[in-house]
């Protein structure tokens, strides 16, 4: 019997996947606690507008390639997609060490944002696939976790800049992830589902037909527009905390960046996980008794997440501040291990890859504009306020999400 037969095999995956996810937000999140190193060689770093543009340019590319990276996954093999990805960027990684000027740094903080942006719908698709039915939250769920052990852990590389280097802390992790592609490579299997067909096209013209039908077939669902819509508005303080946190954290309790980077993401990556887990848990059980059970499971994780927020904005104290990143970790983790699941239950697994990265650009697109306007606004000292200001569009979501999503499955399996 073939490994990928092996009744266990589909939690292998989900821990093979785990570790990729952690390096995808390891690689990505350290550089936003090791400014102060790095602007010490590299003088444009000294200004927050300009630390912000280095920022965005990830999550703009990131966001722009996640259509297509969806599309790519739903017609090609997911295993050379994900082995490929990881490999690109943590070898951008390595090379981050190397730079010498905001201009290369910028470059390359590009290229991960197109080699980053491949790895989730891939990824996520794949579990799906091998996790139907009352496994799927808490396996989309563990998966996500990798990604909050990887933020917690690039809060380290501040750490790692202060005792050697910057450059050291780039070299190491970058290294790390090109070793692990090459062990994905003997351990990781493709699967498509016995009513999936894969897309063979004889010529470009008939390829970008079958897209415009994935496409036109997605947008056409008006409940996957307000999927987007509630995957895009908690998107606003999601990626306002990852990326601004530790200067946050680092103002409010006037503390260094050493500090702050390791309190923050480690406060946030704790609380995620057992927001992940315990929405995963409580959600594939919902489900079996009735059909909106993720979706009232991802409403409650977003509803802990407002008065978190005003917490983190408006707190000047160790006990606000830390207690608002908590609460937020729990409530983004349930509302996280729920959205693949959720569109599992309104679109078919031909276009679930696609349709995941439509909603990663929505996503990311809100990031980039709220990353870049949180920069001028901590040159403006207005901070913690912009970040409680996020609490409105996730609101709305929640009364968006609740008002109009009513599945008719709990896993649609054809168009």
Not at 93 to 119: D, H, K
């Amino acid at each position: 019997m073939k490994i990928k037969q092996k009744s266990w095999y589909p939690w292998l995956v989900v821990a093979l996947l785990w570790v990729v996810a952690l390096l995808n937000y390891m690689d990505r999140q350290m550089l936003s606690t090791m400014k102060v190193s790095m602007e010490v060689d590299i003088q444009e770093l000294v200004n927050y507008e300009n630390f912000g543009r280095l920022m965005a340019v990830f999550l703009l590319i990131y966001g722009v390639m996640s259509p297509f990276a969806g599309l790519v996954a739903d017609r090609i093999n997911r295993k050379w997609l994900i082995v490929g990805s990881l490999g690109v960027w943590s070898f951008v990684t390595l090379m981050m060490g190397y730079c010498t000027n905001f201009n290369q740094l910028y470059i390359l903080r590009a290229i991960m944002g197109i080699s980053e942006a491949l790895y989730i719908p891939a990824g996520l698709s794949l579990i799906t696939e091998y996790h139907r039915g009352n496994t799927r939250s808490l396996a989309v769920g563990i998966h996500m976790t990798g990604l909050y052990v990887g933020q917690a852990m690039g809060g380290f590389g501040a750490t790692v800049a202060q005792t050697w280097s910057w450059q050291t802390a780039f070299h190491s992790f970058g290294l790390i992830g090109l070793i692990y592609s090459f062990f994905l490579i003997f351990f990781l299997s493709e699967k498509r589902d016995e009513i999936f067909v894969p897309h063979k096209k004889s010529n470009i013209s008939e390829s970008l037909k079958s897209i415009r039908n994935s496409l036109g077939m997605l947008l056409g669902i008006v409940s996957f527009w307000v999927i987007l819509f509630y995957f895009a508005a908690p998107s606003f303080p999601g990626w306002a905390v990852k990326n601004w946190l530790p200067t946050l954290i680092s103002g409010s309790l006037n503390i260094p960046m050493s500090m702050a980077g390791p309190l923050s993401t480690i406060t946030i990556a704790l609380s995620s996980f057992v927001g992940v887990i315990a929405g995963g848990i409580l959600a594939d059980r919902w489900i079996t008794r009735n059909l909106r059970g993720r979706i009232y499971t991802g409403a409650m994780g977003l509803s802990l997440t407002i008065p978190a927020l005003l917490f983190l904005g408006l707190g000047s104290s160790l006990v606000s501040v830390i207690g608002g990143g908590v609460l937020f970790g729990i409530g983004f983790g349930m509302f996280d291990a729920n959205n693949m699941p959720i569109l599992c239950q309104f679109v078919s697994p031909r276009h679930r890859a696609a349709g995941y990265g439509l909603m990663n650009m929505t996503g990311v697109m809100a990031g980039y504009y709220i990353t870049k306007l949180l920069g001028k606004a901590t040159d403006a000292g207005n901070l913690g306020p912009g970040i409680a200001l996020l609490a409105i569009p996730v609101a709305l979501a929640i009364i968006l999400q609740l008002t109009v999503l009513r599945p008719q499955f709990a896993d649609k399996t054809i168009d």
